[in-house]
């Protein structure tokens, strides 16, 4: 079955810590996206890559990195510099970026204590 | 940058028709989408407008005005699983970037 899958389902790290979520499809898709999702607030875009070893920042990069070196691998790693990490990561791919609907994977919630 | 705007939270009978608005300004309009998330879930796709008109697709339908900056959705014969936050999103094409951005997201109650 082709589809995006995001590990793990929820994720507990201490503040001061690194920590990288995976996303990975076999879609064949071009284009991956990062989203950000709070409670009561729609998908902010962290950061996006229409194609392998190239990618972009959203609106929100600061205190996240990202990288491209497969085409159907697109981790996150959210750094001690990011203030606020607790909430619910979005993943999302599309054939490329002009296409029109995205398919997400199911998040990765992340709390950080 | 866009605009994007849709009420926070509506409430609905089972088996009732509701309709969703959206609300937009953007310079460089390159489609519109509609996604139902479900709580704690990833979004799915529902529908994509680019030229004014209605879409219709089962019991879900959604309408464009570009020249109104307006959107929206129409859920009919509702049914308890559609209790869900439905989010608009519109794509702008200036900055040659296609990426959408999306509204806060509209929770929408279904009761019996």
């Known amino acids: 079955d082709g589809g995006i899958t995001q590990s793990p389902k929820y994720l507990f790290r201490k503040e001061g810590q690194n920590v990288t979520l995976s996303c990975e499809q076999n879609?064949?898709?071009?284009?991956m996206y990062w989203y950000r999702q709070d409670p009561g607030q729609g998908l902010r875009l962290i950061y996006y890559?229409?194609?392998?070893?190239?990618?972009q920042k959203g609106d929100i990069a600061e205190g996240y990195s990202v990288s491209r070196e497969k085409k159907e691998s697109f981790p996150l790693t959210v750094t001690s510099a990011q203030k606020n990490p607790t909430a619910f990561y979005l993943c999302?791919?599309?054939?490329?970026?002009?296409?029109?609907?995205?398919?997400f994977g199911p998040g990765t919630r992340l709390t950080v204590l | 940058g866009q605009n994007i705007d849709q009420p926070t939270e509506m409430t609905a009978t089972e088996g009732a028709i509701v309709q969703i608005n959206c609300t937009y300004q953007?310079?460089?309009?390159?489609?519109l989408f509609w996604y139902q998330q479900h709580a704690g879930e990833a979004p799915t796709f529902l529908s994509y407008?680019?030229?004014?008109g209605l879409e219709e697709k089962g019991r879900f339908s959604s309408f464009l005005s570009r020249s109104k900056g307006y959107s929206y959705l129409l859920l009919k014969e509702l049914q308890m699983k559609d209790s869900a936050s439905y989010l608009c999103?519109?794509?702008?094409?200036?900055?040659?970037?296609?990426?959408?951005?999306f509204g806060r997201g509209t929770s929408l109650i279904v009761h019996p």
């Open positions: 953007t310079s460089g309009f390159n489609g």
């Open positions: 999103a519109v794509r702008d094409s200036s900055g040659g970037s296609y990426i959408p951005t």
């Open positions: 879609l064949n898709h071009d284009a």
């Open positions: 999302a791919s599309n054939v490329a970026r002009d296409y029109n609907e995205q398919f």
């Open positions: 890559s229409q194609i392998v070893n190239d990618f």
């Open positions: 407008n680019v030229l004014d």
